[in-house]
């Protein structure tokens, strides 16, 4: 198929990487700066552009992957001569009719990206949605060349997706990083003396559900063991706070299953 990408940035680097490999046809990258049009360009051989009014319109679809805070704004500004085409964003948490075309879609890769490391995509699921079955399937039909695992997904559920996926990538990772200060706070410890851990929990989870695969002294409910954590906490009441409340709810998830 023949793509243009509206935008540069960590997703849009590596989704256009992924199609490029799948052999679509990247036919022009845009993006509001200069340096990451051009750096994507090169590496996906196609001219780019850091005008909106010089975007073509020849493409079988029009991907736009920006910061949902200019989704909208961008969207309405490519409408001009392009009421007919297809055009998908790629944002978790925005509904679809935020696009002001008649052929309008979602392509939503569920994965956390950076521009400097290349992710493989046939892992990565992908949800779509669409205004009609048609343009529902061309986007089967795309995802399944980069993707192994494709669902449809409408606007409402995939708000509560990438809820979940919030909880389960962005809060985690915030817990390995308030874990990691305290690991160089007390000891001056690397964060590598964590990976085995969180491997293996990371592990479990491909034969045990999260519930099941749940351990530690919450689980227990070994106040002996929380209350001295608690005490180790008191000069930071932030983090002890986050600590009772993921404690407590830790408990109540075990005990009301």
């Keep these: ?48 552009t850091t005008h ?16 949902d805070s200019a989704l909208q704004t961008l969207a309405t500004s490519l409408l001009a001569g392009r009421e007919s085409q297809l055009f998908v964003h790629t944002a978790g948490s925005i509904p679809m009719n935020v696009l002001p075309f008649g052929r ?39 995802a399944l060349t980069i993707s192994d695992t494709v669902y449809e997904l409408d606007s409402d559920n995939r708000r509560y997706l990438h809820l979940a996926a919030v909880f389960c990538c962005n ?36 034969v045990l559900s999260p519930h099941e695969a749940q351990t530690g002294p919450a689980v227990r409910w070994d106040t002996n063991v929380l209350d001295k954590h608690l005490q180790l906490l008191a000069d930071t009441p932030d983090l002890q706070k986050i600590y009772q409340l993921l404690s407590q709810s830790i408990h109540d998830s075990q005990t009301s299953q």
Excluded at 137 to 142: E, G, P, S, W, Y
Excluded at 178 to 203: C, D, Q, R, W, Y
Aim: glycine share 6%; hydrophobic share 45%.
């Design 171 to 206: 809060f985690a990772n915030h817990c390995f990083d308030l874990g990691s200060k305290l690991l160089k706070e007390h000891g001056n410890l690397p964060f590598s003396v964590m990976l085995p851990l969180i491997e293996e929990t990371a592990h479990k989870l491909h």
């Design 104 to 142: 309008r879609g979602v392509f939503y890769p569920m994965q956390t990206f950076s521009k400097s490391k290349e992710v493989d995509f046939s892992v990565i699921p992908c949800f779509v949605e669409a205004t009609n079955e048609t343009d529902i399937q061309l986007l089967r039909r795309l």
């Design 1 to 48: 198929m023949k793509v243009v990408l509206i935008g540069a940035g960590n997703l849009a680097t590596n989704l256009g990487k992924a199609l490029h490999r799948a052999g679509h046809e990247l036919v022009q990258v845009y993006s509001r700066t200069e340096s990451s049009a051009n750096a994507l360009a090169t590496v996906l051989k196609c001219p780019y």
């Design 52 to 67: 909106l009014a010089e975007v073509t319109k020849e493409a079988d679809i029009f991907v736009i992957a920006v910061k």
